[in-house]
DNA sequence: CCAGACGTTGTT
DNA sequence: GTCTGG
DNA sequence: CCAGACGTTGTT
DNA sequence: GTCTGG
């Protein structure tokens, strides 16, 4: 899953090396330590138009541009905080957003809840640079038939779990993490469908990325999560206890794990 | 042909 | 808007 | 994932 | 018991 993540742009000088976004747009991005799926934030999204990347504030769950209601809008954007990359091109709902309309989700780390004994304890997975990574994303317009308005919006594409994410939470879900040279062809109008499918179908090596557990929080309270301390390490000494038995764990990803 | 769906995966 | 199911 | 619902009738 | 909504 992914419904919940934090974009801190410090450390993330790579992506302006690498032309993905300038360091003038990269100063433009404000923190945010907590960003709740089903509040719909606007947050920010690299999208390429006339050869040229924009950075963009888009909404959080994707409208598709045929909604009609208001209410119909609402139950689409909470269903669609994040698309399974393997289907995009053939559901109804994505498949105009997956040929035309790709952009690149920036985010520093997100949240995960591993179930040890049937409590929750969370976790925040980031790159072990600590720096802004990008996830394959898709995003949509939609006219509010009633105010005129037009709402903006993106969805986060999701795959397979690598083995790392995959031993912590057994949900089977993550996003789609993409490297420099991948996320400037993913974000290309001219790329072919198939080489988009070959893109997406790549997953991150679980050595660059790192889980550390973090202190309890309640995810439905968005305002006093959306502090920095939300993401501090926080040890809990009985976790070791399920991860020593858990046949997932192997040495080489309980080295990417901290808790 | 028309009506109805259109989608993902989760916490204190 | 466009596909699916009846 | 958990909480809450879970249904019917009638007319040109 | 199982689907729906959040």
Same mark, same amino acid.
């Given at each position: 899953m992914c419904f919940?993540y934090?974009v801190k742009?410090?450390k993330?000088?790579e992506l302006?090396?690498?032309?993905?976004?300038?360091q003038?747009?990269?100063?433009?991005?404000?923190?945010?330590?907590f960003?709740?799926g089903?509040?719909?934030?606007?947050m920010?999204?690299?999208l390429r138009e006339n050869?040229?990347?924009y950075?963009?504030y888009?909404?959080?769950?994707?409208?598709p541009g045929?909604?009609k209601?208001?209410?119909e809008a609402e139950?689409?954007?909470?269903m669609?905080l994040?698309?399974?990359s393997e289907?995009?091109f053939?559901k109804?709902?994505?498949?105009?957003?997956?040929?035309?309309?790709r952009?690149l989700?920036l985010?520093?780390g997100?949240f995960?809840f591993?179930?040890?004994?049937?409590?929750?304890y969370p976790?925040?997975i980031s790159?072990k640079n600590?720096g802004?990574?990008?996830?394959?994303?898709?995003?949509?317009?939609w006219i509010?038939?009633?105010?005129g308005?037009?709402v903006?919006?993106?969805?986060?594409?999701?795959?397979?779990t690598?083995?790392?994410?995959?031993?912590?939470?057994?949900?089977?879900r993550?996003?789609?993490f993409?490297?420099?040279d991948?996320?400037q062809? @993913?974000i290309n %109008? #001219?790329t *072919?469908q198939?080489k988009?499918?070959?893109?997406t179908?790549?997953r991150?090596?679980?050595?660059k $990325?790192?889980?550390?557990s973090?202190?309890?929080?309640?995810p439905?309270?968005?305002?006093?999560?959306?502090?920095?301390?939300?993401?501090?390490? @926080?040890?809990? %000494? #009985?976790l *070791?206890q399920?991860f020593r038995?858990d046949?997932?764990f192997?040495?080489e990803?309980?080295s990417? $794990?901290?808790?």
């Open positions: 919940f934090s742009k410090e993330s000088e302006v090396i690498n032309n993905l976004i300038t003038h747009q990269l100063s433009l991005i404000e923190d945010v330590y960003a709740n089903f509040s719909h934030l606007k920010p999204v690299l050869n040229e990347n950075l963009k888009y909404s959080w769950g994707l409208i045929f909604c209601t208001e209410s139950r689409f954007r909470n669609n994040n698309a399974r289907t995009i053939e109804k709902s994505f498949e105009n957003a997956a040929k035309k309309m952009c989700v985010c520093s997100f995960e591993y179930d040890g004994g049937g409590k929750k976790f925040f790159l600590n802004l990574f990008v996830f394959a994303g898709i995003w949509d317009s509010n038939r009633v105010s308005e037009t903006h919006t993106f969805s986060i594409l999701t795959q397979e690598n083995s790392l994410i995959g031993a912590l939470h057994k949900k089977h993550m996003p789609v993409l490297n420099f991948d996320a062809k @993913y %109008p #001219e *072919s198939s988009i499918i070959e893109i179908n790549k991150i090596e679980f050595e $990325l790192k889980a550390q973090i202190a309890r929080f309640n439905k309270m968005s305002e006093q999560n959306n502090v920095e301390k939300i993401s501090a390490f @926080y040890s809990y %000494p #009985e *070791s399920y038995y046949k997932d192997n040495d990803i309980r990417s $794990l901290l808790y």
